[in-house]
Each structure stands twice: as structure tokens, then as C-alpha cells.
T-cell receptor, first 113, second 111 residues
Framework: KAGVTQTPRYLIKTRGQQVTLSCSPISGHRSVSWYQQTPGQGLQFLFEYFSETQRNKGNFPGRFSGRQFSNSRSEMNVSTLELGDSALYLC????????????FGPGTRLTVT | SQQGEEDPQALSIQEGENATMNCSYKTSINNLQWYRQNSGRGLVHLILIRSNEREKHSGRLRVTLDTSKKSSSLLITASRAADTASYFCATDRGGNEKLTFGTGTRLTIIP
């Protein structure tokens, strides 16, 4: 089975721009979660989607949004980028909603200049 | 806020020695999981222990869970250079709540 894939792997944007990151889960997995990882804040939960519906949301501003498509692929969008948005964005998929074993993608390294 | 806190934050040991890292959490859980992350990459699931289990083994890994103390430990025996990574615990509180990750332990194995 192919693993979780994330595109792009690296991205450089300037402040004020917006960005869209993509995640393809493992085939058959219906849950996709997104995390932001920074040296200062560690691994912070952004949101979780299950069957195209957002089921859980972390404590992030409205500039961070996401969606899930009928094939379980997910995208997250960050608008009006700030320097502090520079981070590794990780996507994880699992068979069930919340709690179970999660399979992570390699991440997208976003740098905001 | 973080549900789990790992201890120590960083650990350096000689190759061949055993490494022990601990995780404490705040609320009751359904299960606790350990993940490994090599530098700048995605996390890899290592082991899951349910709240009614006290100990679990997987290869050179041994995980214990003490729900009365709200703590878990991960022991890696006969460490290898390839074990150098960050290790995270993650707690599942059930009820469709999100999995919550701890702050991580940075393990360095010295050849």
C-alpha cells in the first residue's frame, strides 16, 4: 500500500500571500488530520476531517482552513501568511475518526519570508 | 495545550545501552501511543497500549502504562545509531476527541 503523500515538500512564500497544501491519505483511510510543527511550539493539532466533514479543530486563527474531498484527499489553506507560519506541516491519515494509529506523511516545509 | 509531557527533553547515550523516556498526561485516556520522528520528517507509529494494559513489547521496545499515576515509559534496549530521533507520546481520550501529542524527547545515540 502506498503511504501518505504530501505536496509540495518544500515551499517558500512571502508575507501576505496564501498557500495551499495537499495530502493524499492511504487508500481506504477516511480520516485525515493536519498538524503544525515548530521548534518553539512543538506539534500542534490543526484540524481533522472524516468523510468530508471537519470533526475536530485546534486553536488556530481562521486564516487556517481545510477541506476533504470525496476520495479522502485533503487540502489545507493558509491565507495572509505571517512569518510565524513558517513550519513543518504534517498530514496523517487513519482508518477511523480520532484516537487510532495514525500514519504520517513526510510533511511540507513552509518558509515565509 | 499539550496533554502529554515527555521527560527528559533530551537524552544522549552510548550505542548498546538502554534508553528510557517517560510520558506524563493529565486526563484519563483510552489508549496511549508512541511515535518516532527522524529529523524533519513525518512521524512513525511505534506502539499502542490500551488503558487496560500495563505492558507491551515490540522488538527492542517495551512500553509500560500506569493509569493510576497517569504515566507511561518507553524503553529501547540495545540502542543503535539508527534509533537517534525524537520520540513522542500521544494520548487518545476517546469519544472522537483528537489524538494529542506530547512535547517529545530528543534521543541521541553516540556510536
Amino acid at each position: 500500500k502506498a503511504g501518505v503523500t504530501q505536496t509540495p515538500r518544500y515551499l517558500i512564500k512571502t508575507r501576505g500571500q496564501q498557500v495551499t497544501l495537499s495530502c493524499s491519505p492511504i487508500s481506504g483511510h477516511r480520516s485525515v488530520s493536519w498538524y503544525q510543527q515548530t521548534p518553539g511550539q512543538g506539534l500542534q493539532f490543526l484540524f481533522e476531517y472524516f468523510s468530508e466533514t471537519q470533526r475536530n479543530k485546534g486553536n488556530f486563527p481562521g486564516r487556517f482552513s481545510g477541506r476533504q474531498f470525496s476520495n479522502s484527499r485533503s487540502e489545507m489553506n493558509v491565507s495572509t501568511l505571517e512569518l510565524g507560519d513558517s513550519a513543518l506541516y504534517l498530514c496523517a491519515s487513519s482508518l477511523e475518526l480520532a484516537g487510532g494509529e495514525q500514519y504520517f506523511g513526510p510533511g511540507t516545509r513552509l518558509t515565509v519570508t | 495545550s499539550q496533554q502529554g509531557e515527555e521527560d527528559p527533553q533530551a537524552l544522549s547515550i552510548q550505542e548498546g545501552e538502554n534508553a528510557t523516556m517517560n510520558c506524563s498526561y493529565k486526563t484519563s485516556i483510552n489508549n496511549l501511543q508512541w511515535y518516532r520522528q527522524n529529523s524533519g520528517r513525518g512521524l512513525v507509529h511505534l506502539i499502542l497500549i490500551r488503558s487496560n494494559e500495563r505492558e507491551k513489547h515490540s522488538g527492542r521496545l517495551r512500553v509500560t502504562l500506569d493509569t493510576s499515576k497517569k504515566s507511561s515509559s518507553l524503553l529501547i534496549t540495545a540502542s543503535r545509531a539508527a534509533d537517534t530521533a525524537s520520540y513522542f507520546c500521544a494520548t487518545d481520550r476517546g469519544g472522537n476527541e483528537k489524538l494529542t501529542f506530547g512535547t517529545g524527547t530528543r534521543l541521541t545515540i553516540i556510536p
